[in-house]
């Protein structure tokens, strides 16, 4: 079996839905852009990249999202050296088709009652469904380590709670310790690196702002 030496996760740039939320009521989250902004952190994450991969041939997955696609569009890899698959179960969570901002402010006080994993929004979908997508795709992925030219690096270009829950599935956490971290910020990187044990390991966490609780005390 062929295994990556990375597995390096990006969440996307800053999107217009990320500065005013008041656009879901106007357009589809998968059809939101990158602001000139979200360009720029983009660049500045392919520049990084670029550096880290150097000449290895990179595969990358895609969330099928606008933003996602423009994110990997700035960062400028070498399309010799790349092997680009979209990938819809990398998608954002949905919660719902047209969106007021209102009622999704609402939402969201009744999931940070009720917690994140377990919380779905109307006609949507809950974090524990995206956990379910997600790991249907990481074991896609792991099947795919089994070809013995598989690239040396994998590079999905996501959303902040998918890029948690790859991690949650990847190393095992339990839901108390997804609840208490964070998403990354915009075109933010986390990378699982081989190690010389054959283990994976997280280059650095997620920021935490709470200690881990059990979700039955506290949410």
């Not at 062929?2 to 106007?26: C, F, K, Q, W």
Request: aromatic content about 12%; overall charge negative; hydrophobic content about 35%.
């Amino acid at each position: 079996m062929a295994r990556p030496r990375r597995i390096v996760l990006v969440r996307h740039g800053e999107s217009t839905g990320n500065v005013d939320d008041s656009v879901y009521e106007r357009e589809p989250d998968h059809a939101l852009a990158l602001t000139e902004r979200g360009w720029r952190q983009a660049e500045r994450t392919g520049k990084d990249l670029r550096q880290v991969f150097g000449r290895e041939q990179v595969s990358v997955y895609v969330s099928p999202y606008r933003r996602t696609h423009e994110t990997l569009r700035a960062f400028h890899l070498d399309p010799d050296l790349i092997r680009v698959r979209e990938e819809p179960r990398l998608r954002e969570q949905d919660w719902g088709n047209w969106q007021d901002r209102d009622d999704v402010r609402l939402q969201k006080t009744y999931r940070d009652a009720y917690g994140h994993f377990f919380f779905r929004f109307p006609q949507g979908e809950s974090g524990a469904d995206v956990y379910d997508r997600v790991g249907g795709f990481l074991e896609s992925l792991y099947r795919s380590f089994e070809a013995p030219d598989h690239p040396p690096n994998v590079l999905l270009v996501t959303h902040g709670l998918a890029m948690r829950l790859f991690c949650m599935r990847w190393f095992h956490w339990t839901v108390a310790e997804f609840e208490s971290l964070s998403n990354p910020g915009n075109a933010e990187v986390r990378m699982l690196v081989l190690g010389e044990d054959g283990k994976y390991t997280l280059d650095r966490p997620f920021e935490r702002w709470r200690e881990p609780a059990p979700y039955w005390v506290n949410g």
